[in-house]
């Protein structure tokens, strides 16, 4: 349960980060809207897949993804 509640924060912690709506976010992932917002809602959790794709985009590892979330809030 606790890596849905950090998968919600790191999501959400990026989008607003690059001052993004979940649609533009979406696109920049190449996921849909529904993807990200189920994600930061909970109702869906964050896969390996999409977790990587977000990696790949900050280039930063996952941990190092976590890390900045944590170290800015």
Request: aromatic letters at 10%; zero cysteines.
């Amino acid at each position: 349960m606790r890596e849905g509640k950090i998968a919600r924060r790191l999501f959400k912690y990026f989008r607003n980060k690059k001052n993004m709506s979940q649609t533009e976010f979406a696109k920049y992932l190449g996921v849909s809207q529904t993807v990200i917002s189920f994600v930061e809602s909970g109702k869906r959790p964050a896969s390996g897949k999409l977790i990587k794709k977000l990696s790949e985009k900050e280039n930063l590892t996952a941990a190092e993804l976590v890390r900045e979330m944590y170290l800015e809030n």
